[in-house]
């Protein structure tokens, strides 16, 4: 008789401790996609330090190359975007500081905004969290469409009147890698803060793609 109580109050243990043990092991798992979330958006905000794309143009007049590093809110260094800026005078091409005005002006608070909001989805369920990690997500696309933009327009919109137009038909300056702009060749790369952000994208993708997995493998 004791024998069978204890066979029947061990049946009755292994399903409540295993029971506790999932609920545990998914406890953990939300844990660890809260804090790789909230890593992703320590990274982007910090990506605002660094420079995202940088330009070198080498000419015989510039045998050290003249370089220009882009970070979302400016452009250094200074001289040399002044020095780059007189020689595209003479071309009939807009100012580098006259580019992306907007974005440079909101980028400072935009970025960690979207860096929080992608945090704060674990607060919410649904498509809501899914529609508050896009933008981190989506970020770095976003970035290059817009970077690419610019450079076409800058390219593509010569003032006629310039003193030396007529020595140059409309291009579009390289986004990445080597190119040629009159007689400056040029050597374009993503930096430091582009693959910070790139970073933060895929790693907020990588939990959404987990969650969607761990909701779909729960058993029933």
Known sequence: MVATQHTQTAQVARPAAHGLSRIKVGLDARLARFFLQAGAGILLIVSI??????????APQYPRGLFIQTFVDKMEPAR????VDGLNHYIGMIKLTDAATIERAISVYAIPAVALLAMASFLVTGIWRTLMRLP?????VIFVVDLFAWLYY?????????PMSSSISEFTPKIFGKGTIGQFHTEANFTTGFYLAAAAAVITLVVAIWERWSRHARPQ
Do not use: K
């Not at 040399?80 to 020095?83: K, L």
């Not at 981190?136 to 770095?140: A, H, N």
């Not at 800058?154 to 310039?162: Q, V």
């Open 136 to 140: 981190v997500i989506l970020y770095p």
């Open 154 to 162: 800058a390219g593509h919109s010569l003032d006629p009147h310039a």
């Open 49 to 58: 330090f660094y420079p995202y794309w940088e330009i070198t143009l080498h």
């Open 80 to 83: 040399n975007v002044f020095e």
